[in-house]
């Protein structure tokens, strides 16, 4: 099974096919819903797609990690990490379940 990666280009192509808007106002288009997703996050809000999930920053405290080939302890300074968390429709999706839990293999082999 060969996993694909999903490129800025590939949803700027998916836009401009499924949408109707020209290819350069697809990329346009695209690349301002990243830039409104990354601006909140850098500002610490959570963004909330609906049947999608969510993109959450955390704060992380320092702590004492080990340098697994040393065994020396090092600090881990404080940081801000971001986590996805994917809605319930989304994980039923992925999964292949319709939304009362039945797997639905029609889109099987």
């Known amino acids: 099974m060969t996993v694909k ?3 800025r280009a590939d949803l700027c192509e998916a836009v401009y096919q499924k ?3 020209s ?3 697809s990329a346009t288009l695209v690349e301002q819903v990243l830039k409104e997703i990354t601006d909140c996050l ?3 809000e959570t963004v909330k797609l609906s049947s999608f999930g969510s993109f ?3 704060k992380k405290g320092e702590r ?3 340098n697994p080939k040393t065994g020396k302890e090092v600090p881990i300074s404080p940081r801000r990490v971001m986590v996805f968390k994917p809605s319930a429709i989304l994980k039923q999706r992925i ?3 319709s939304e009362n839990g039945v797997v639905d293999d029609t889109d099987s082999h």
Request: charged share 35%.
């Open 5 to 7: 990666t999903v490129t």
């Open 19 to 21: 949408v109707g808007l």
């Open 23 to 25: 290819r350069t106002e």
């Open 42 to 44: 850098e500002r610490g």
């Open 56 to 58: 959450v920053v955390r």
């Open 64 to 66: 004492i990690g080990r």
């Open 95 to 97: 999964n292949g379940e």
